[in-house]
């Protein structure tokens, strides 16, 4: 296998979105004009006789299901095989593909080996898991070094005072938007109060979530309301949500029910999807 799209992704890099993308970064493809399902067919090929980046892209795509026909199973037994020959990103997928099957224990255990082998993705969709404080931090820390985002706002989470700054830097320069707004967190509450609907949404998410700065539910639910007031329909889509769940106000079905309605009206599809959901 070529050293450098190993090493992409072992780093858990873009992967491949179809298969004949896949096949022709990993197999020099010739020809422009083949199908899906003849490059799917020889991915299946190259895994077969070995080449472990097909294995891996193959099941990726089949669990998807964008590309080509979702198929479970098969996707689990190619990234399976994946995993098990050293791909970390594909014991991440697998891992992923098991959790959104309810199969923890499984997850665990490609999660764990995909963190061991490199991919930092494995290691920070282990981290909200672990019950062990100690374990998470390490696990974030470990997902961080790798390059993933997601670690590294998992990490800052987890350490107080300057080093967390440190740590959303590196979270903001490898894309997590969710880091350089904490970052930004003052000047996006100046934007809100000179009426930018936008910085009032990107705070009140932050707020909402809390997950790089402290949760505020009702804090969350005004910034939202400044936002939505202001034209932004998805937030009136999560204020709606704030209301039926009862976070940061009181809970109140109907008032979630004609956000989720006018959002709708406005083009939002979100809105639309939670206004069917009982």
């Given amino acids: 296998m070529m050293p450098l799209l190993l090493a992409a992704a072992l780093a858990g890099g873009p ?80 891992g992923l593909a098991l959790l959104r099957r309810g199969e923890e224990a499984p997850a665990r255990v490609a999660l764990e080996e995909g963190c061991a082998v490199g991919s930092g993705l494995a290691c920070a969709l282990r981290v909200p898991e672990e019950r062990d404080p100690v374990r998470a931090r390490r696990l974030a820390e470990r997902a961080c070094d790798l390059g993933d985002a997601g670690g590294c706002l998992a990490l800052a989470a987890r350490t107080p005072g300057g080093p967390a700054r440190r740590t959303l830097e590196r979270a903001c320069r490898l894309g997590a938007a969710e880091a350089c707004d904490a970052m930004a967190a003052g000047a996006l509450q100046a934007r809100c109060d000179g009426g930018d609907a936008g910085a009032c949404a990107r705070l009140a998410s932050l707020l909402e979530v809390g997950r790089v700065v402290v949760a505020n539910g009702r804090r969350a639910a005004t910034l939202y309301a400044r936002a939505c007031a202001g034209g932004r329909q998805d937030a009136c889509v999560r204020l709606g949500t704030l209301h039926r769940a009862g976070v940061g106000v009181p809970q109140d079905e109907a008032r979630a029910r004609t956000l989720y309605a006018d959002a709708c009206r406005a083009g939002e599809a979100e809105g639309c999807r939670l206004l069917d959901e009982p």
């Fill in 15 to 94: 992967p491949p979105e179809t298969a004949c993308e896949a096949w022709r970064e990993g197999i020099a493809l010739a020809s422009t004009e083949t199908s899906e399902a003849e490059c799917a067919r020889l991915l299946a090929e190259a895994c077969d006789a070995g080449r472990r980046l097909a294995c891996a892209d193959l099941g990726r795509l089949l669990e998807e299901g964008e590309s080509l026909p979702r198929e479970p199973e098969r996707a689990r037994g190619f990234l399976q095989r994946a995993c098990a020959a050293g791909v970390g990103r594909a014991c991440a997928d697998l």
